[in-house]
């Protein structure tokens, strides 16, 4: 692992244990992530509208979001995913080491809000499946303007932070304590989206 990354995973590290979430800045490079867009367009068709709810009570609901989704499968999942993928598996060893974590896998789908859409205030644990420990975004959309919306936005007890979806930055965060929203946006918004598990994720959707 060279220096660079992993001084952004331990300012992650640091990050999750003073405050609760970070924010790392270059997690992906330019030419990562427009490999990854390039994928994403190939792979467009395929993206379903997203539900809420866990398993059996999963269901759409146009009012609390409005992305579509694919979830993605280490297997198969083309050369520039990869890439990402074996990040995460960094990120969790060294978050695992440096807060004395058993985090063990992850999960994790393309997402696009088209314009307008949304994803109201939530939190991303599910009432009866709390393996979700850290949820982990990575931005993927170039240029972003302020004045085009789509922020994140970070509820914390006296204060909220707006966080720009800006492309190769990865957002981390507490799963169990935060809870965050998707602002809308004049511009198409695309991102991967994950959830670090403290199980194996072939155990999951049994
Ligand atoms: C989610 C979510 C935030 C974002 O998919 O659960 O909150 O910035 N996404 O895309
Ligand atoms: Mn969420």
Redesign the pocket.
């Known amino acids: 692992m060279d220096v660079a990354f992993s001084d952004k995973l331990n300012h992650l590290a640091d990050g999750i244990a003073e405050n609760g979430y970070a924010i790392i800045d270059n997690f992906l490079a330019p030419d990562e992530v427009d490999a990854i867009l390039d994928e994403f367009k190939t792979g467009m068709l395929q993206f379903k509208k997203a539900g809420i709810g866990h398993k059996q009570e999963k269901q759409i609901n146009e009012g609390i979001r409005g992305d579509y989704i694919q979830w993605i499968d280490r297997t198969t999942a083309a050369q520039p995913l990869q890439i990402y993928l074996l990040r995460l598996n960094e990120l969790i060893s060294f978050v695992n080491q440096a807060l004395y974590l058993s985090l063990k896998d992850f999960e994790i789908h393309s997402?696009v809000y088209p314009v307008g859409t949304y994803?109201r205030r939530h939190l991303?644990q599910f009432k009866k499946d709390d393996h979700r420990k850290l949820?982990v975004?990575c931005y993927l959309n170039k240029d972003w303007k302020e004045s085009e919306g789509g922020q994140?936005r970070i509820y914390f007890a006296d204060t909220e932070l707006d966080i720009m979806?800006e492309a190769g930055r990865l957002v981390c965060f507490r799963s169990d304590l935060l809870e965050?929203e998707?602002l809308p946006a004049t511009r198409e918004r695309l991102?991967l989206?994950g959830w670090i598990l403290d199980q194996h994720a072939d155990l999951r959707h049994l």
Do not use: R
Request: glycine share 0%; charged share 10%.
């Open positions: 997402t994803y991303d949820s975004i994140l979806p965050h998707v991102s989206t």
